[in-house]
């Protein structure tokens, strides 16, 4: 059996303190192959029972567009045409579109599960895609949860929810970002020792 504390890996520390959130790229389309890569990465992530809920939906410029424009009539109706068309020109220069979907579970506990393995599964393509380069933002707006979204997409609303939309490509800039310290988030919890 090999000894995997006597390999430490450096690379994965960084890839995991430095990947961050992209809302601005470049026009630049990333390689269709590193994106299938990372699907296939994202599916080896932890999940309860191996249920597997996850799918992953890569769409192409034409599908994007869709998106772009319901969006719009969405913002249109809530915030008004010149909102309406800020946002159709932000969505429109997006290079990458990928939507992940989960399945939907009657049993609280299944569905609570099956949510947090897409999320690491999501994670574990977020920080492959870091590592080529490539930058993601997830959004969860109000027109991931838009029937008229699943129909362009072609998910079945009875079956699965979306757990996010992603745009990925190459980080025109990167933002910087804060965390807690560890010493507010980690608490020792130390008990005495039931034996003797
Ligand atoms: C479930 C989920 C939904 C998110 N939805 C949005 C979103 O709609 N818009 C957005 O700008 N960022 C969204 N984000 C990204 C967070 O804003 C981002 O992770 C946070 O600001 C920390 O930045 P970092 O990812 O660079 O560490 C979402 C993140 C998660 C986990």
Redesign the pocket.
């Known amino acids: 059996m090999s000894d995997l504390s006597s390999r430490p890996n450096r690379g994965i520390a960084r890839v995991l303190r430095e990947?961050?959130?992209v809302?601005d790229f470049t026009t630049v389309e990333p390689p269709l192959d590193i994106i299938a890569e990372a699907v296939d990465l994202a599916r080896w992530a932890p999940n309860h029972y191996r249920t597997e809920p996850w799918h992953f939906y890569l769409l192409d410029r034409h599908t994007g567009a869709r998106v772009v424009e319901l969006n719009a009539d969405i913002v249109r109706q809530t915030k008004g045409d010149k909102v309406a068309a800020i946002k159709h020109k932000r969505w429109s220069a997006m290079p990458g579109w990928m939507v992940v979907s989960c399945a939907r579970s009657d049993d609280e506990i299944r569905a609570r599960e099956d949510y947090a393995a897409c999320?690491c599964a999501v994670h574990n393509m977020a920080l492959y895609l870091w590592d080529q380069g490539i930058g993601m933002?997830?959004?969860?707006?109000a027109v991931t949860r838009d029937r008229r979204f699943f129909k362009i997409i072609g998910m079945d609303h009875a079956k699965v929810y979306v757990?996010?939309m992603f745009w990925y490509g190459y980080p025109a800039t990167i933002?910087t970002?804060h965390?807690k310290p560890v010493g507010e988030i980690l608490s020792h919890v130390v008990s005495e020792s039931s034996e003797g």
Do not use: A, D, L, N
């Open positions: 990947r961050r959130t809302h999320c933002k997830w959004t969860t707006g757990v996010g933002p970002q965390r």
